[in-house]
């Protein structure tokens, strides 16, 4: 190879995996050949048809399968070297390395990225591998074999299959008719030691098999019948035995074809456990399990009641510069604080409840839930005692017994915060839970999504959009009015759903748009259903992102609201001064000196608006609990 040139082209090295026939024996050879159709060909040899490679300073001559180069080829860690004949094709013969069986033999040759190598390789059939290795080590084999269960009479077909192989192979080869001859009486009786070990091993087998109560698996059982099978049928073509004996081995067999069909699978691997009888050491191992009746789950939810507190209130009140709030930029002032007392609710006792029926289920769907799962078995008991000093001291095997395992579960995590109200949220007020049920029954799609759909929709339609910052008017406030900004109409959209055990919650986000910042608030819906066409993924999880104040420009819906009126929603109505155009459920968030404005939660804790005597101001509220200020609503980023 250091003489030789490469114009255009570049090496490169593949395998080649070659798998004997299992009679290969150490010293026998195989031959691997190899010829060019076109294209460069290196196996340390040049073919070429386009005279783009020189060897040795010459040009290459153009052919197909020149004659006379000599090929190299590694295996095993050796280099190997044979000449191509008249036809083109170099032989080389590498020797195996096993005894009995040979692994797969892998090849390193070279070759042109362009060419197209043929690759072949052979086994070369000896006398020493078909008659000496191969039959002797099968018969001995065969002597030491025990065949007791499934596994042993497996190895006892797959020799069989060997030798049937072996007896195809002995055909194909070019041996003399008289070596023919001569490996097929061999091999015949190979087979017929075979046979008779088969037939031997049926008392073995009885024996396995009677003491079975269960199978581990399907596919334990089925090797037991078609072994069982076979055997009846090797048998039945013996000519060694008498017609009576015969007769009474396939009468055996069938008995046990029978029970192997009765006898059940394992419904559980076998296990154990240990405990402690003061200074016993009890083992119990449970084998042979097989259902005893159908899995019984129980299931509770953690409930965490609420009850009602007085606590102090602390309000700061910000004066709106200019006393307007429609306007996109409004700032405020500080102007005084105010201190009353205010009720609030607050967690009190946690209550775990029996989801015993449909009903309770259904209401805490989205509460945190935990539950144990009984399996009942029955099968076979045995108990193992040992003294202090580990020395078995009582074994005690009893059948038929029942067997009952638990196991926890957690079966939902804790949504419960999402579908209950909070402030400005008022989801258990009766007019909310009222439409919000009446949207649900007149919804054509009664799923969670579809009822979620429908309440957004509902808000989409009916209340129309009004430039202020914060919460003004909260959720029975903005129904009341018909109007209200993003927060609002999220606080209305939120308690919809909540007032129907739909879980929702609160995103508020500043973004960039247009070279310049800006704010929006709008509602999630959790749902692991099927995308809708309103609510569309946000952070690629499991919460929807539906926005009651977006501008829909390419749909439209009729609906029906119940009171025997059709309204038609179209597209491209002006619903708000920055919601019109932006995609707010996907866009990257504000960020500031490593201060990101994004926020989700249960409740939107924004500042409140409210007119005192004609002027405008931005109210702000702590709450003394427990001797600490913690902030109510307001300053949320």
């Keep these: 190879m250091s003489k030789t040139i490469f114009v255009n082209n570049k090496a490169k090295i593949f395998s080649l995996g070659i798998k004997a026939p299992n009679y290969v024996i150490k010293g026998d050879k195989v031959a691997v050949e190899s010829y060019l159709t076109r294209g460069d060909n290196i196996l340390n040899a040049i073919y070429t048809t386009n005279n783009n490679v020189v060897k040795d300073g010459l040009n290459i001559n153009k052919s197909n ?16 070297t044979s000449k191509s004949s008249s036809t083109g094709v170099a032989e080389i013969k590498i020797p195996t390395l096993s005894s009995a069986t040979s692994p797969s033999l892998k090849i390193t040759v070279l070759y042109d990225k362009k060419g ?50 072996y007896l195809k192979d002995v055909k194909k080869s070019k041996l003399s008719k008289t070596n023919k001859n001569n490996f097929n009486k061999l091999a015949n009786k190979v087979l017929s030691s075979i046979n008779t070990k088969k037939i031997n091993s049926l008392t073995a ?17 089925k090797s037991y019948s078609s072994q069982l099978k076979d055997l009846k049928k090797t048998i039945s073509n013996s000519k060694d035995l008498t017609k009576k004996s015969k007769k009474n081995k396939i009468t055996e067999i069938n008995k046990l074809i029978n029970k192997v069909n009765k006898l059940q699978i394992q419904s559980r691997t076998p296990f154990s456990t240990t405990t402690y009888e003061g200074s016993t050491k009890v083992v119990t191992k449970w084998s042979d399990l097989i259902k005893a009746k159908n ?87 045995q108990v193992l005692k040992y003294d202090k000093s580990g020395k078995l001291i009582s074994n005690k095997t009893y059948y038929n017994q029942q067997c009952t395992e638990k196991s926890s579960k957690i079966f939902q995590s804790d949504y419960s915060s ?54 003004l008017y909260g959720a029975l406030g903005t129904l009341h009015a018909k109007k209200g900004n993003c927060a609002d109409q999220a606080h209305l959209t939120v308690a919809l759903m909540r007032a129907i055990n739909l879980p929702a919650r609160y995103v508020a986000k500043n973004a960039i748009f247009d070279n310049e910042r800006k704010g929006h608030g709008w509602a999630n819906f959790y749902s692991n259903s099927t995308i809708s066409d309103i609510f569309m993924w946000h952070d690629l999880d499991d919460w929807l992102c539906g926005d009651p104040v977006n501008n829909r420009t390419t749909l439209t819906w009729n ?18 001064y920055h919601f019109n155009e932006y995609e707010w459920c996907t866009v990257t968030p504000y960020n500031n000196s490593g201060i990101t404005y994004y926020f989700t939660g249960y409740s939107l804790p924004s500042s409140k608006l409210e007119n005192i005597g004609g002027q405008w101001y931005r109210l702000y509220q702590w709450v003394e609990i427990n001797n600490e200020s913690v902030p109510y609503w307001g300053n949320y980023w």
Excluded at 212 to 218: G, L, M, W, Y
Excluded at 336 to 346: G, Q, R, W
Excluded at 369 to 374: E, L
């Design 295 to 381: 899995d019984y789950t129980e299931i509770t939810a953690k409930v965490v009641t609420k009850k009602k507190i007085n606590v102090t209130a602390i309000t700061q009140y910000f004066v709106i510069v200019d006393n307007n709030i429609s306007t996109e930029n409004e700032s405020s002032d500080y102007s005084h604080n105010s201190i009353s007392t205010k009720e609030i609710l607050v967690d009190d006792k946690v209550t775990w409840i029996l989801l015993t029926n449909d009903q309770l289920k259904n209401k805490y769907k989205w509460y945190y839930q935990n539950g144990t799962i009984s399996k009942y078995y029955k099968g076979t008991k």
């Design 559 to 576: 609906i029906n609201f119940g009171s025997g009126l059709t309204a038609t929603y179209v597209g491209n109505k002006k619903l708000g």
């Design 205 to 221: 087998l009885t024996k396995t098999i009677n003491n079975k109560r269960t199978f581990a698996s399907s596919s334990e059982k």
């Design 65 to 80: 399968k020149p004659s006379g180069v000599t090929m190299i080829i590694e295996a095993n860690n050796k280099k190997y």
């Design 116 to 165: 197209e190598p043929k690759k072949k390789a052979t086994v070369k059939v000896s006398y020493k591998s078909l008659k000496k290795s191969y039959l002797t080590n099968i018969k001995s084999n065969l002597k030491k074999l025990k065949v007791s269960d499934y596994k042993g009479y497996s190895k006892v077909l797959n020799y069989e299959k060997q030798i049937k192989q």
């Design 418 to 471: 999402y579908v209950n109200p909070s402030e400005f949220c008022e989801a258990d007020n009766p007019e909310i839970i009222n439409l919000a049920n009446n949207i649900k029954k007149n919804s054509s799609d009664k799923s969670d999504i579809g009822v979620a759909n429908a309440i957004l929709k509902w808000v989409q339609l009916n209340i129309q959009y009004e430039l202020y910052g914060d919460t």
